[in-house]
């Protein structure tokens, strides 16, 4: 009796905090409606038009997760940021059980399709290890994506924005990572985030189209790195037009006098949008930076707006709409 009492009073806290939304409770114990997390996203009808949220028990839940296009609309809340866990361990090299190779591409530990997706209190993991190469935590394909106060941890190329049509925004997160550990083609605003290295390496591998005026933008953030590192650069443009922007951030001494990184000798650095406004840190002395990045003016940076970054698109109220 105590336990359905428990169970029942908890339902009625997630009806106050989820407001008219539909909820659906993942547990491994059996206590919600679902033990796996990949089975409430499969209860998500496709074509989905209305708010549904997936409710994530504390607990590490090993699952390569797909959330398909036209399951949209969907959150996933985790009990705290810590102790709620989805994680995989596949990496580029592997051979799946079908048989076939893992690129990175097929690396996901969660491969996100639907649009306007929303994460909280959540760790996103690869578990593949230091040295197993390419191994996406998350790859996010969808539009209006926005994650708050998540972890993203494993090492290289974590963070796989991978569709030059999405845009995201990234809230208070922290995202750890060795080598490109934040790329691709997205539209991606980072706020009061945690960027931290784990090699002497690069943070970040942009392959911004070139009719697209942002990439990444990176406001307020903190950027630390283990202790022995001091050559991380700030990222190397993945393709020509590759766009990046640092703004008010803490550079800690990880990162390099030169501030960015070409990629293997080619030709990108040429046309790479690089930029920086009013940085700080004991890395933020831009004297030596390469001579293809920029500094901006205040008046330009001033220009560096959520509205005219993501146009039509407000990720803050896409929040409070979730409050």
Known sequence: MKKVLLLLCFELLMSFSFGQARRLIVAADGSGNYKTVQEAINAVPMNNQTRIVIFIKHGIYKEKLHLDSGKNFVELR????????????????????????????????????????????????????????????????????VFTDCRFVGNQDILFLNNDKSRQYYKDCYIEGTTDFIFGSATAWFENCHIHSKKNSHVTAASTPQDHPYGFVFNNCTLTGDSALHMVSLGRPWRPY???????????????????????????????????????????????????SKQLTPARAGQITLRNVFGDWDPLQAITNIE
Not at 108 to 120: D, E, H, K, T, V
Not at 256 to 275: H, I, L, Q, V
């Open 242 to 292: 590759a766009c990046v922007i640092y703004m008010h951030c803490y550079l800690g001494e990880q990162v390099k006098a030169e501030g960015w990184s070409n990629w293997n000798k080619t030709e990108s650095y040429k046309t790479a949008r690089y930029a920086e406004f009013e940085n700080y840190g004991p890395a933020a002395d831009v004297t030596a930076r390469v001579t293809w």
């Open 78 to 145: 985790g009990e705290s940021r810590f102790n709620t866990i989805l994680t995989y361990d596949d990496h580029s090299g592997k051979v799946s059980a079908s048989g076939n190779n893992i690129s990175t591409r097929s690396s996901y530990s969660f491969l996100i399709n639907g649009y306007n997706f929303q994460a909280r209190d959540i760790t996103f993991r690869n578990d593949a290890g230091f040295s197993a190469g390419q191994a996406v935590a998350v790859e996010a394909d969808g539009d209006k994506a």
